[in-house]
T-cell receptor, first 114, second 110 residues
Framework: AAGVIQSPRHLIKEKRETATLKCYPI?????VYWYQQGPGQDPQFLIS???????DKGSIPDRFSAQQFSDYHSELNMSSLELGDSALYFC?????????????FGPGTRLTVL | DAKTTQPNSMESNEEEPVHLPCNHS???????IHWYRQLPSQGPEYVIH???SNVNNRMASLAIAEDRKSSTLILHRATLRDAAVYYC???????????FGTGTRLTIIP
């Protein structure tokens, strides 16, 4: 079965550079979530989108922005990178709708800021 | 969001049942109880969810206390592949972001 695809899987950047992380949800899933997991920490919710509109926002720095495109893929843009941004970034998708749906997580993008 | 409390770690022998507890004394009437797990070097994975009644699926069972202030995830026969961090999470329908706590790190002893 198709799964959530994230690219790139690994990314190394210097401080103050920018990074773009991409997420391709499972086909027919219209809702996307982004989570950040720092070293030795638990995942933290960043932002979510439903039908290409932002649906919720968590502890996402102002240096970060995200959007969901017409094909439902999503991109997380990160500017002025800091050492503390080094983390695993997970994307999750769900079908949405009127009943509860589980979130399906991708394998994550490991961002290292040097 | 209502908070959950879980033991930091638990150990279990392979092929034996495992009971993972979760306390959520401030749960609201519309909060669902979710369990996700995260295997080493992987993204979180859905295990099971429930509202009031006990639930069973191919992975596990969820036992919910009558007052809903606690729940227990039951793995009927643990295998080495069940070694993971297990998260008990509450969320409302319509506000389904997952707020991860510290979870329980489950170690399976061969």
């Amino acid at each position: 079965a198709a799964g959530v695809i994230q690219s790139p899987r690994h990314l190394i950047k210097e401080k103050r550079e920018t990074a773009t992380l991409k997420c391709y949800p499972i086909p027919r899933h219209d809702t996307v979530y982004w989570y950040q997991q720092g070293p030795g920490q638990d995942p933290q919710f960043l932002i979510s989108f439903y039908e290409k509109m932002q649906s919720d926002k968590g502890s996402i720095p102002d240096r970060f922005s995200a959007q969901q495109f017409s094909d439902y893929h999503s991109e997380l843009n990160m500017s002025s990178l800091e050492l503390g941004d080094s983390a695993l970034y997970f994307c999750a998708s769900e079908p949405g709708g009127i009943s509860y749906n589980e979130q399906f997580f991708g394998p994550g993008t490991r961002l290292t800021v040097l | 969001d209502a908070k959950t409390t879980q033991p930091n770690s638990m150990e279990s022998n392979e092929e034996e049942p495992v009971h993972l507890p979760c306390n959520h004394s401030t749960i609201s009437g519309t909060d669902y109880i979710h369990w996700y797990r995260q295997l080493p070097s992987q993204g979180p994975e859905y295990v099971i969810h429930g509202l009031t009644s006990n639930v069973n699926n191919r992975m596990a069972s969820l036992a919910i206390a009558e007052d809903r202030k606690s729940s227990t995830l039951i793995l009927h026969r643990a295998t080495l592949r069940d070694a993971a961090v297990y998260y008990c999470i509450l969320s409302n329908f319509g506000n389904e972001k997952l707020t991860f706590g510290t979870g329980t790190r489950l170690t399976i002893i061969p």
